[in-house]
């Protein structure tokens, strides 16, 4: 039992090596807005079904997710972008929690016990919170909750659900902007700001904490 659960995290290991190599090989700096645009503009009709496969095969090859947001703005516009975007992007967070939940969850159960078991506990019940928190709040990088929450005990449903809410703002913000790209007029300015204000959140939500931290230290 213990060799199966060591096979099942080393071809977890091996499946995520093989993703980052792939995008040193293909060279990121090639896929640009404007790039990827005319590659999905090229299939016509079935432009938004490949853009929303894109986003959800794109947490297999790490591929930064703002290039493909902006890509999706950039191409379809603001409000249809940020449609295709939550679909996608809901898909393949979903994805790859159920890889890591399929290959992953026996060892690290092994390794950390109890402190397995009390974040079991936390997701458990609060999981949708606490998912829709770290989203809204991106303190740890997208694809790590997508695969680290899959090595928990939250529910899919939760997550599914608390990723589609949580990643709302940020999924128009990021097409907002990347459809000023046409031109930058004054929706450049605007989508400039709304960006720099989810920037900003971690930044603001960090100080929040530590002056109420301080506050209940000094009562």
Not at 10 to 22: D, E
Not at 165 to 181: C, Q
């Amino acid at each position: 039992m213990q060799n199966r659960a060591v096979k099942k995290l080393l071809l977890f290991v091996v499946f995520i090596a093989v993703g980052v190599t792939i995008l040193f090989v293909f060279d990121l700096r090639r896929f640009t807005p404007e790039n990827i645009r005319d590659f999905i503009l090229s299939f016509g009709v079935w432009g938004p079904l490949l853009y929303i496969f894109l986003y959800t095969v794109r947490p297999l090859i790490f591929f930064p997710a703002i290039v493909l947001t902006l890509s999706g703005g950039y191409t379809f516009g603001p409000w249809w972008g940020t449609l295709y975007d939550l679909i996608g992007a809901t898909l393949g967070a979903c994805l790859a929690f159920i890889i890591a939940r399929s290959l992953g969850r026996e060892t690290v159960e092994r390794w950390l016990g109890d402190k397995l078991k009390k974040m079991d506990d936390i997701s458990e019940e609060k999981g949708f919170r606490t998912i829709l928190f770290v989203r809204l709040v991106p303190l740890i990088p997208f694809d790590v909750i997508n695969y680290g929450a899959g090595l928990t005990k939250v529910r899919l449903r939760d997550y599914a659900l608390a990723t589609l809410i949580g990643i709302l703002p940020g999924a128009f913000a990021y097409n907002y902007l990347g459809a000023s790209f046409h031109n930058f007029s004054s929706q450049f300015y605007i989508a400039i700001t709304l960006v720099l204000i989810l920037m900003l959140v971690p930044t603001v939500y960090k100080w929040a904490k530590k002056r109420k931290s301080i506050s209940n230290t000094n009562i």
